[in-house]
Every structure is written in C-alpha cells, then in structure tokens.
Nanobody, 113 residues
C-alpha cells in the first residue's frame, strides 16, 4: 500500500488549498481514509475522515472550513481547505488502515497573516 500526498503550499490567511492523496495497492473504495496534521512541536492530530460509505467527520477546529471527499475511480482522497488560518500551518498526512496503519509522506501547508 502506498499513499502519495500532494497539494500543500504557502498561502495567505483567508485563502484556500486542496490537498490530494492518491492511494495504490489496496481496494481503495473499501477503506476509511483520514487526514491528520502535525504542527511544529505539537502532537499529530486528526483533521478529517471519510468512510467507505462516504460518511465524514471533522475536528472541531476545521468544521465549516475543510471538506474531505473521495474519488473511488481515481483512488484519491481530497481535503479542500478554505478560510485558512495561521494556526492551520502544519504538515498534513493522509492515512488508511488495513491490518495496520499506512501513512502518506506528508505535505507542508504554511498559512501567513
């Protein structure tokens, strides 16, 4: 299983970014996909998740601003991030779990004010 995250960058507060995570080596449509983030000096925290059914859940800090979605044809999960704040600055990781956890390599998001 491989997860390839992309789409991070440098953006001004109030701006938007869309992260992508392309998965391979698994029957993608069957698995829950999650996005996490880790800011410098902080623990890695869950941001959003999407189940195989399409059901979603979000951390309180991003509700109403971030949207997770999936494309089961492209084997890709997305994280649309709007109204970005400096406190959203972190490395963002995608993750799935089969017998154990699989993580993408992370993509840096930096929001400046």
């Amino acid at each position: 299983v491989q997860l390839q995250a992309s789409g991070g960058g440098l953006v001004q507060a109030g701006g938007s970014l869309r992260l992508s995570c392309k998965a391979s080596g698994l029957n993608f449509r069957l698995y829950t996909m999650k996005w996490y983030r880790q800011a410098p000096g902080e623990k890695r925290e869950s941001v959003a998740m999407i189940q195989a059914s399409g059901s979603t859940d979000y951390a309180d800090a991003v509700k109403g601003r971030f949207t997770i979605s999936r494309d089961n044809v492209r084997n890709t999960v997305y994280l649309q991030m709007n109204s970005l704040k400096p406190e959203d600055t972190a490395v963002y990781y995608c993750k799935t779990k089969l017998s154990w956890d699989y993580w993408g390599q992370g993509t840096q998001v930096t929001v400046y004010s």
